[in-house]
């Protein structure tokens, strides 16, 4: 739980960083340069610890097997990466950093937990249903809250943009999940989402203006965004993601909207309505549950690794 958390806060600050870079940006490019980075950064990271970890097996240990399943599934998690990162940039651009991020990450554990259910036909705990619901009701007020003084924070170009990339997040924890069922090392599973989405967004860099990355702002931006936001975010929500279903996962990922929120009030200046304030609340108070009540003894142990 402590390791989803805190890639969650590591998350949060991805619109505000993009708020704060330089001036001649657009979605695609901020988000291929930051796949490139933090996909080849989180390729090396976790593919050296899952070496690590494999030295470290009892003799004997059986280990998966690579076939056409797990490849797909790999793939599948960094297109789905790739893909998140124009959509999410296009709703916080669209929408501001705190209401295009609740939008995108409040729509994922709904997705997560529906996906889930179609495909093992295992109904969510009572716990995540509540604390979900909860949280649920918080992004809804936050949402259409908006900003103070405007009608809403709600563009339809913007909310299509965030919620796809909800979808896409909700895809990637649903097929870790199956690889790590599948007795896949963790490690292994997130380097080769890295490296299949830097790869992905590397054919794309011809057709991007990446001028804006000669600046020192949007260096330290690109870094930020690759490395922290990349590279150690999704390490340690893998690691993570081993003790829990997809569903509490997703859920308690809404830690990111609310450290956007948080940043874009303290940091950026945005000035959120009354009933915006008031989704916060509620938003804090879903995960407040999650936390107290969603491990029980029908959890799957945690994955022990040393990192």
Known sequence: MLAVLAAALLFGTTGTSQALGPAGTTP???GVMRMVIGGTGLAIIAFSLAARHARRLPAGTVRPRWGARPVLLMVLTG??????????FLGTARNGVAVGTV???GSAPILAGLLEWALT???????WMGATALATVGVVLLGFGGEAGTAGGTDPLGLLGSIGA???FAVIANAQRRLLDDGWDPFTVVGAMGA??????????PFVDLSWLGTTSGAVMALWLGLATISIA?????????????????TLTLGE???ASVLGIVVLGERLSALAIVGLVVLAAGLALLAWGSRSPRDPAPYAVEA
């Open 121 to 127: 036909r295992r109904m969510p705990t009572p716990t």
């Open 79 to 88: 297109a789905c990466l790739a893909l998140y990162q124009p959509l999410f």
């Open 103 to 105: 939008v995108a990450l």
């Open 257 to 259: 909207p609310l450290t």
């Open 234 to 250: 999704y390490v340690l929500f893998t690691w993570g993601l081993s003790g829990l279903t997809a569903a509490t996962a997703a």
């Open 166 to 168: 909800g979808a896409s």
């Open 28 to 30: 695609l490019s901020i």
């Open 196 to 205: 299949s989405s830097a790869i992905i967004c590397a054919f794309a860099l």
